[in-house]
T-cell receptor
Framework: ETGVTQSPTHLIKTRGQQVTLRCSSQSGHNTVSWYQQALGQGPQFIFQYYREEENGRGNFPPRFSGLQFPNYSSELNVNALELDDSALYLC????????????FGSGTQLSVL | EDQVTQSPEALRLQEGESSSLNCSYTVSGLRGLFWYRQDPGKGPEFLFTLYSAGEEKEKERLKATLTKKESFLHITAPKPEDSATYLCAAPGAARQLTFGSGTQLTVLP
């Protein structure tokens, strides 16, 4: 059974650019959540996808968007990058949207210069 | 607004020196309190879920307890490999987890 995998592991972008982060959920999991973790802080909820539809969103602007594919893998897209977007982006999967226990990937470290 | 607060922010222990980490929460209709361990540059790793006041769970040198307003993670005779950031979290109204800022634990040999 493979766990949650994310790519790339590290990324450097400049302000104003766009970025796409990818996530493969754990086998058998149909729900994917994305979190942003700034240095020294706990993860903050961005949004959740269940069966290819957004199923909840945190307090993030519309330039943060996502997709979930039929195989339950997911993408996080961020447009018009700002310096404050520098963070560890975590993907987590769960067997069902009603199950709050999450299984996390190792994250993508994004640096915006 | 759902809030989860952890203390202390950082804790340094000598190997074998037991201690406790605190997590207080204000969440309406608590549906579980989660503890995770996070190593540097990695994602959080699930440790425990507690569902009701009085519940306790143990794993090796860790024991988590829950009251109506807070949870404790007790670390007995810690080893250097227990060094990590410990996060607690509670599900919000939309089921997403609200995390605390974590306690960074360092265990010195």
């Amino acid at each position: 059974e493979t766990g949650v995998t994310q790519s790339p592991t590290h990324l450097i972008k400049t302000r104003g650019q766009q970025v796409t982060l990818r996530c493969s959920s754990q086998s058998g999991h149909n729900t994917v959540s994305w979190y942003q973790q700034a240095l020294g802080q706990g993860p903050q909820f961005i949004f959740q996808y269940y069966r290819e539809e957004e199923n909840g969103r945190g307090n993030f602007p519309p330039r943060f968007s996502g997709l979930q594919f039929p195989n339950y893998s997911s993408e996080l897209n961020v447009n018009a990058l700002e310096l404050d977007d520098s963070a560890l982006y975590l993907c987590a999967s769960s067997p069902d949207r009603r199950r709050e226990k999450l299984f996390f990937g190792s994250g993508t470290q994004l640096s915006v210069l | 607004e759902d809030q989860v607060t952890q203390s202390p922010e950082a804790l340094r222990l000598q190997e074998g020196e037991s201690s406790s980490l605190n997590c207080s929460y204000t969440v309406s209709g608590l549906r579980g309190l989660f503890w995770y361990r996070q190593d540097p540059g990695k994602g959080p790793e699930f440790l425990f879920t507690l569902y009701s006041a009085g519940e306790e769970k143990e794993k090796e040198r860790l024991k988590a307890t829950l009251t109506k307003k807070e949870s404790f993670l007790h670390i007995t005779a810690p080893k250097p490999e227990d060094s990590a950031t410990y996060l607690c979290a509670a599900p919000g109204a939309a089921r997403q987890l609200t995390f605390g800022s974590g306690t960074q634990l360092t265990v010195l040999p």
